[in-house]
């Protein structure tokens, strides 16, 4: 096993060997011996990682642990392949795996985790952002930290290569992994809005079209609705080329360094992809305050709480009344995520079959405001119009096709270079992911929590939003020498979720009286 210092586990069974070309039989085997290609994105991805920190309710069983991931993550084709960058193109080629290269236990200095349990699990995870992966193996790990914090009983932390697939897909195949707590047998039931839209990605074409989308114009109305009617329709394909357009313009800007955000306290220095990120989180509830959709309070409550946190800094000599804007990269999955129960039979077959598995992202520029409103419910109001108008253009589509045509015109090293730049060019990174329903069990152990990041870009500050039940979870990547009060920013955003709240709750009760 594979480990920082001594283990703390039972010794493991032999270990497996590891071979760089399959084999007849093997798990996935394909007819092309020569491996499948990487994709662009994830050729661009070749420094960037993703880490997920799961809570435990208990402490850590090894056996039905290691049991498990040899029957799932094992098996699934992305985590029995090696990147293999050499010849005409960089490919996958599948291999056998040595599990316990892939587990590793740290020996931790017992006092400090006696001391602050919680400070230990984040320095250890803040450790993870500077260590080097083996190339020469699967791109994962699952390091195991088996003692109680404030918030769970255990953790084990995974770090994924980025290549291996995107943020929503591999979220998407950790949870395939786990169970329901009320029933083991079956894969966690997800929020209806989630299962809505894996239903609808399965439906028929032709009743996709027919739907209204989520994002772009609406469905072109029937003849018979009316001149009135088809007239609006025209005008919202107008509105939406034009917004498309404007889009575009200030992607392709930013990509060629035209365009940057102003220097700001959240701004990242020179070479801030390969310095030590730290990575706080605090639960939080949305409780009261989802009239308005969790996207525009989520944004909203963004914007509040670093609107916060940097007049403090700035102290009172700061002209409150100056608006100042910067701007997220906010990356969408273009490809349909798989449904748990898919992943879950991909596990079990060990080949793709029909599943799209990988990287396939556009890019959405997300702009944040920090001003000081008297009236809270200004931030979520104002999230809301920033929204609704990032939903009516074809932002991420239009990005996608652009980093594509890059790729192939000029290759993969103008590609990666241009969205290095384009990612330079804004401020922070921002993203959403939504989790279980109801309370899940890995491999046997109850989850506390889901907390994930990653690292390896060009960004000082990453906020990812993790929900889990009845509550959310903000998770921080901060630059480790630029954020040392990153917990202070954590309050921020409980304070300003409070006054978010109250200010709901205030506006209903005069509504009613009214």
Not at 107 to 118: F, W
Not at 131 to 157: I, N, Y
Not at 246 to 264: E, I, K, N, S, Y
Request: proline share 7%.
């Amino acid at each position: 096993m594979g480990s920082h210092g001594a283990s703390l586990l039972p010794p493991p069974p032999p270990a497996l060997s590891i071979h760089t070309r399959r084999r007849a039989g093997d798990i996935g085997d394909a007819d092309d011996d020569d491996g499948e290609p990487l994709s662009p994105t994830a050729r661009m991805f070749h420094d960037f990682y993703i880490v997920a920190v799961i809570g435990l309710g208990t402490p850590i069983d090894f056996e039905p642990a290691r049991a498990g991931l040899e029957v799932t993550l094992v098996r699934h084709p992305r985590f029995s392949s090696i990147r293999v960058m050499d010849g005409p193109e960089p490919r996958w080629v599948r291999t056998a795996v040595n599990l316990d290269d892939h587990i590793i236990v740290p020996d931790l200095d017992r006092a400090a985790i006696a001391a602050d349990p919680d400070r230990a699990l984040e320095d250890y995870v803040a450790s993870l952002s500077t260590l080097p992966m083996d190339q020469s193996r699967p791109l994962w790990e699952l390091h195991v930290l088996d003692f109680p914090t404030s918030e769970a009983a255990s953790a084990v932390v995974l770090r994924v290569h980025h290549a291996l697939g995107d943020g929503a897909s591999l979220v998407s195949l950790l949870l395939a992994c786990t169970r329901s707590a009320a029933d083991p047998k079956v894969p966690p039931a997800m929020p209806s809005a989630f299962a809505a839209a894996a239903a609808a990605a399965q439906e028929a074409p032709g009743a996709r079209r027919r739907a209204r989308p989520v994002y772009g114009a609406a469905p072109r109305p029937a003849w018979s609705a009316g001149a009135m009617a088809l007239a609006a329709w025209a005008l919202s394909c107008a509105v939406l080329a034009w917004h498309t357009a404007v889009d575009v313009a200030r992607f392709v800007a930013m990509a060629l360094g035209l365009v940057r955000d102003p220097p700001t306290l959240f701004a990242g220095v020179k070479g801030v992809e390969s310095r030590r990120k730290r990575f706080v989180m605090r639960t939080l509830s949305l409780h009261d305050v989802t009239r308005s959709t969790v996207n525009d309070v989520l944004v909203g409550l963004t914007s509040a709480a670093l609107s916060r946190y940097y007049f403090r800094k700035l102290g009172d000599d700061h002209d409150t009344n100056r608006r100042t804007c910067f701007r997220s990269v906010l990356f969408v999955n273009l490809r349909p995520t798989p449904g748990i129960q898919q992943l879950a039979r991909m596990m079990e077959s060990g080949k793709h079959n029909d599943l799209k598995w990988g990287n396939r992202l556009g890019y959405i520029v997300l702009p944040f405001e920090i001003v000081k409103h008297d009236d809270p419910l200004d931030y979520v109001r104002d999230a809301k119009k920033t929204v609704d108008r990032k939903k009516h253009s074809f932002e991420a589509i239009a990005t996608h096709l652009i980093a594509e045509t890059v790729t192939k015109l000029f290759g993969i090293e103008v590609s990666t270079g241009l969205f290095h730049r384009m990612i330079s060019s804004t401020t922070v990174l921002f993203s959403n992911m939504i989790g279980p329903a109801e309370p899940i069990e890995f491999y046997g152990h109850p989850v506390a929590y889901i907390a994930p990041s990653n690292f390896g870009h060009p960004s000082a500050l990453t906020m990812h939003w993790q929900s889990y039940m009845d509550t959310i979870k903000i998770i921080l990547a901060v630059d480790d020498a630029q954020f040392l009060d990153a917990h202070d920013l954590l309050d921020d955003f409980a304070e300003s979720l409070e006054r978010i709240r109250n200010a709901t709750l205030s506006t209903f009760k005069a509504q009613v009286k009214s």
